[in-house]
């Protein structure tokens, strides 16, 4: 069947209800302009509800989010193209509301509060960002009411935020994190990468190049990992550095004598152009035999 859109909170309740409850509803938060990497969460989903269980994506470019300066008006809407990789990916329903149906009295009064986590990396470069993630995700869970919802890990510090809210406030849905996906070049897709021309596309390489590096260099240990990223991104021309750091898998603060074989997690932001990117990788700090030496 093909996918069916609601505009509004009415027509949403409709179409869910009319699906008869049959299996499970698994969620996929977007702010659209799709890609390869959507896609991936949208398969996942389908995975997770099953051939009768009901995949939803929401597309609404959620204002909360946005601080003064940044990028809310610029924001790439590409609504035909999104419903033809929904349509593409068997997705069921796509929730595509307006601004006043998600805020019908304007900014909310009551919004979710991050927490410490919320204050480090990209909240202490984006004040109010993740506040206005949590909420509209609140409300997003709130409105389609899934078993699971589906977010990606290329945004780290907002997948732990979200299974923190969920956990926390005990929400009843399960948050499930998707591997990040690459360009060849290791490049990791974003709705952003679509502001690079090609000369920045190619700059922009010097975030994934520096994670790999650090990956590599993590066997070494802490430090060693750290020098081997920021050393590719020194070099790198035309990538202004924010930060790129190595934190415990929770994001916590890594003391400097890590045990032998510490999960990590290096995380990078840095801006080509005018262009704010963000990654980050999975990494492990020490080997037992290289223990001692670092
Ligand atoms: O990751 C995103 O696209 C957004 O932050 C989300 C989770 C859809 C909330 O607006």
Known sequence: MAVQVAGTREELATLLGARGGAGAVALVPTMGALHEGHASLMGLARERAGAEGTVVVSIFVNPLQFGPGEDLDRYPRTF??????????????????????????????VTVEPGPLGTLLEGASRPGHFRGVLTVVAKLLGLV???????????????????????????????????????????????????LDA?????????????????????????????AGRAVLSEAEGVELDYFEIRAVDLGELAAAVPPQTPARAVVAARVGTTRLIDNMPLVIGTAAAEGSS
């Open 199 to 227: 000369e920045q596309r190619e700059r922009a390489t010097a975030l994934s190049r520096a994670l790999y590096a650090a990956r590599d260099a993590g066997p070494r240990g802490l430090a060693e990992a750290l020098a």
């Open 80 to 109: 035909d193209a999104d419903l033809a990789v929904c349509e593409r990916q068997g997705v069921d329903v796509v929730f595509a509301p307006a601004a006043d149906e998600v805020y019908p009295g304007g900014e909310p009064q």
């Open 145 to 195: 009411r899934p078993d699971v919802a589906i977010f990606g890990q290329k945004d780290y510090q907002q997948l732990a935020l979200i299974t923190r809210m969920a956990s926390d406030l005990c929400l009843g849905v399960e948050i499930v994190g998707a591997e990040t996906v690459r360009e060849l070049d290791g490049l990791a897709l974003s709705s952003r990468n679509r502001y």
